[in-house]
Nanobody, 127 residues
Framework: QVQLVESGGGLVQAGGSLRLSCAASGRIFNMYAMGWFRQAPEKEREFVAAIRRSGSNIYYVDSLKGRFTISRDNAKNTVYLQMNSLKPEDTAVYYC????????????????????WGKGTLVTVSE
């Protein structure tokens, strides 16, 4: 089992920045990757970014490249999402997720393949 707890969300003006954190506990050494997803009001949850355990492989949804940066500190069992130049359309609940590594050779963008989830942290970007 893996437990994930997000923090760092809040209200920010457009153009501002936030850094989200995801503290992981449990059998995280079995995880192939850690990732961030988001769900805006009345929309489906979508992939944002992911990072392999070593940190050497990083994936972003194309639309967010250049503004969002994912990173991890394995010593602290924590994954981060630095979000810059925020826009009102970035308003969403942001979820941390963990992807088990058994038989895995790639990182899926579909939420249905990720096994563990945090409860989410709300990010609201005002005009």
């Amino acid at each position: 089992q893996v437990q994930l707890v997000e923090s760092g969300g809040g209200l920010v003006q457009a153009g501002g920045s936030l850094r989200l954190s995801c503290a992981a506990s449990g059998r995280i050494f079995n995880m192939y990757a850690m990732g961030w997803f988001r769900q805006a009001p009345e929309k489906e949850r979508e992939f944002v970014a992911a990072i392999r355990r070593s940190g050497s492989n990083i994936y972003y949804v194309d639309s967010l490249k250049g503004r969002f940066t994912i990173s991890r500190d394995n010593a602290k069992n924590t994954v981060y999402l630095q979000m810059n130049s925020l826009k009102p359309e970035d308003t969403a609940v942001y979820y941390c997720a963990a992807l088990p590594g058994i038989g895995r050779t790639s990182v899926p963008y579909s939420e249905y393949e990720w096994s563990y989830w945090g409860k989410g942290t709300l990010v609201t970007v005002s005009e």
